[in-house]
C-alpha cells in the first residue's frame, strides 16, 4: 500500500457540495484517494458529482463524521489549513514543508490529516486546537480567498511533488543500507486527548490555576506536547506521573479537611 | 511596477465561463492580474462572474483575441501548459521551473505568457507550435485531468513563490540578515538544567518511582522536553506546576505523618 493511502484530505463544515466534488476531483488528480467529511451543511447532489467529473470513486467512498475529532481520532499528525493562523499560535508550514512532513509521517506509518475549514469561516478555534500544526498557502495578503477545491488542489499537488521526490531518493538508494530502524509508536490523536484531559484535571487537583483562566495554560501545554510528537511510551510516562500527583493531592486534600 | 505585471495567462478556447471566472480568482489569490482570453466559447455570464468571486476586476479587465499568435505577440517567453507534451517536442519545465523561468523573463523586463488549452482537448499543435516550452503539472498519469481553474492554481502559486523567494533574496541582500519573527526566546541549557533539578525531586516528592531507579524516567523525560525545544516562558509554565505538585506532596507528608 503507498503510503499516500495513509493521508486523509477533512473538509469541515463545507456549505457547497459542489466544492466537494471539485475537491475530489484536484485529490485524485494527485493520486490521493481519502476523502473524510465533517457535517457538510447539505448532503452530496449532482453539482457534486458533476464537478468531481471522474473522481466520483473518491466522492462515494467519503466518510461523514459529525466532528472532526471522530474524523481525526486514529491520526498521529494533523495539519490544518489556514488563511492566516492569527488566533492559535500553531507552527506554521509552508505547503511544501507540508506535503513533505505529512508523506514522512505516512511512511512510518502512521495516519495524517489534512484538515480545510469552511467556505467563509474556516476552521473554528476549537477546531484548530485539534491541529498538531498549520499550512498557510502564501497567497497575496490584499487578496487571500482561495476556493475550498483549489487549497486542496494546492495540498494535495505539494504531497505529490513530496512522493515523488521520495521514490526518486528511494530509487537512488536501492540496495544501499537500510536507514532508521523501527521509531516508536506515535502517541494517537485519542490517545493525546486522553492525556491532556488527565492534564486539566490534576491541574485543578494540585490548584494550579488559583482563580485563573484554566485556558491559557492549557492552550500553552498543548501547543508544547503537541509538538513533540509524543510516543504511546511518554504518554503513558507522562500519566503515570500525573496519576502520583493526583494521588497527593487526594491525601492533601484529606489533610487539609 | 512588479514584475508580475508582465506576466500573462491566456486561455484558449475556453467552453465554460465559469472556469474563467475560477480561473480569475486563482490569479487574483496569487498576486496575478493580467488575465487574457482566446476565442472563448461562449461570453462572460453571471456564472463566470459569481465564480470569480470577488476577482470580477481581472474579469472585466481581460481583453479577447481571436487568436492565440495575437495574444502573445509581444512576448518574448510563451509557456503551454499541457496535460503531456506528447505531439510537439518543445522542452517540458516542472511548474516551479515554470514559475522561475517566467519571473527571471518578467524582470528583465520582457512579457511573459502562460497558454491554458480548452477543458477537453487542450491546445491544438499549431498553438504548442507557439510556445518556447511547455510545462507540465505532474499528475497521477492514472487520472491526470485538472480542472482548468486548477491548473491555472498551481501555476498562479508556482508564480508566487517564485516572487517570495525572489523578494526575500533581495531583502537579504539589502542591510543585515533579518532573523526569524519574534518566536518566544528559546529556554537557556541552565534554565533547562533547573528545570530537570526541579522535575527529579518533584517525582521523588510525589513518589513516583517507587523503589524503580529513577535514571531510565528522567532519561526518557529529558529527551522529551529536549526534543520539544522549551521557550523560557514555557519552562517557567511547567516549573509552576512542579511546585505546586511538590506543595500537594507536602501536606500528603503531614497528612501521612
Given at each position: 500500500?503507498?503510503?499516500?493511502?495513509?493521508?486523509?484530505?477533512?473538509?469541515?463544515?463545507?456549505?457547497?457540495?459542489?466544492?466537494?466534488?471539485?475537491?475530489?476531483?484536484?485529490?485524485?488528480?494527485?493520486?490521493?484517494?481519502?476523502?473524510?467529511?465533517?457535517?457538510?451543511?447539505?448532503?452530496?447532489?449532482?453539482?457534486?458529482?458533476?464537478?468531481?467529473?471522474?473522481?466520483?470513486?473518491?466522492?462515494?467512498?467519503?466518510?461523514?463524521?459529525?466532528?472532526?475529532?471522530?474524523?481525526?481520532?486514529?491520526?498521529?499528525?494533523?495539519?490544518?489549513?489556514?488563511?492566516?493562523?492569527?488566533?492559535?499560535?500553531?507552527?506554521?508550514?509552508?505547503?511544501?514543508?507540508?506535503?513533505?512532513?505529512?508523506?514522512?509521517?505516512?511512511?512510518?506509518?502512521?495516519?495524517?490529516?489534512?484538515?480545510?475549514?469552511?467556505?467563509?469561516?474556516?476552521?473554528?478555534?476549537?477546531?484548530?486546537?485539534?491541529?498538531?500544526?498549520?499550512?498557510?498557502?502564501?497567497?497575496?495578503?490584499?487578496?487571500?480567498?482561495?476556493?475550498?477545491?483549489?487549497?486542496?488542489?494546492?495540498?494535495?499537488?505539494?504531497?505529490?511533488l513530496a512522493q515523488l521526490t521520495q521514490l526518486q531518493l528511494s530509487e537512488s538508494r536501492q540496495a544501499a543500507p537500510q536507514v532508521a530502524g523501527p521509531r516508536e509508536s506515535a502517541a494517537s490523536h485519542a490517545q493525546l486527548e486522553g492525556m491532556f484531559g488527565q492534564l486539566g484535571e490534576a491541574l485543578d487537583d494540585i490548584d494550579f490555576h488559583k482563580g485563573r483562566?484554566?485556558?491559557?495554560?492549557?492552550?500553552?501545554?498543548?501547543?508544547?506536547?503537541?509538538?513533540?510528537?509524543?510516543?504511546?511510551?511518554?504518554?503513558?510516562?507522562?500519566?503515570?506521573?500525573?496519576?502520583?500527583?493526583?494521588?497527593?493531592?487526594?491525601?492533601?486534600?484529606?489533610?487539609?479537611?
Amino acid at each position: 500500500m503507498p503510503a499516500t493511502r495513509r493521508i486523509r484530505f477533512v473538509l469541515v463544515g463545507t456549505q457547497h457540495p459542489g466544492n466537494i466534488g471539485a475537491a475530489a476531483r484536484a485529490m485524485k488528480t494527485m493520486g490521493l484517494h481519502r476523502l473524510v467529511l465533517v457535517a457538510p451543511l447539505r448532503a452530496l447532489d449532482e453539482d457534486a458529482y458533476r464537478r468531481s467529473a471522474g473522481a466520483e470513486d473518491v466522492l462515494g467512498d467519503a466518510p461523514v463524521f459529525g466532528s472532526l475529532a471522530e474524523a481525526v481520532a486514529d491520526c498521529t499528525l494533523v495539519i490544518g489549513c489556514t488563511a492566516r493562523s492569527r488566533r492559535v499560535s500553531l507552527e506554521e508550514l509552508l505547503p511544501a514543508d507540508g506535503g513533505r512532513r505529512a508523506l514522512a509521517k505516512a511512511v512510518e506509518p502512521a495516519e495524517v490529516a489534512f484538515v480545510f475549514g469552511r467556505e467563509r469561516t474556516g476552521l473554528t478555534n476549537e477546531e484548530l486546537q485539534l491541529c498538531h500544526a498549520a499550512v498557510h498557502i502564501p497567497s497575496d495578503p490584499a487578496f487571500s480567498s482561495l476556493n475550498l477545491a483549489a487549497a486542496v488542489q494546492v495540498l494535495a499537488y505539494e504531497v505529490r511533488l513530496a512522493q515523488l521526490t521520495q521514490l526518486q531518493l528511494s530509487e537512488s538508494r536501492q540496495a544501499a543500507p537500510q536507514v532508521a530502524g523501527p521509531r516508536e509508536s506515535a502517541a494517537s490523536h485519542a490517545q493525546l486527548e486522553g492525556m491532556f484531559g488527565q492534564l486539566g484535571e490534576a491541574l485543578d487537583d494540585i490548584d494550579f490555576h488559583k482563580g485563573r483562566a484554566p485556558e491559557s495554560a492549557m492552550r500553552k501545554l498543548r501547543r508544547l506536547f503537541l509538538r513533540a510528537e509524543l510516543s504511546e511510551q511518554e504518554v503513558r510516562l507522562l500519566r503515570g506521573i500525573l496519576s502520583d500527583a493526583q494521588r497527593m493531592a487526594r491525601l492533601a486534600g484529606k489533610a487539609g479537611s
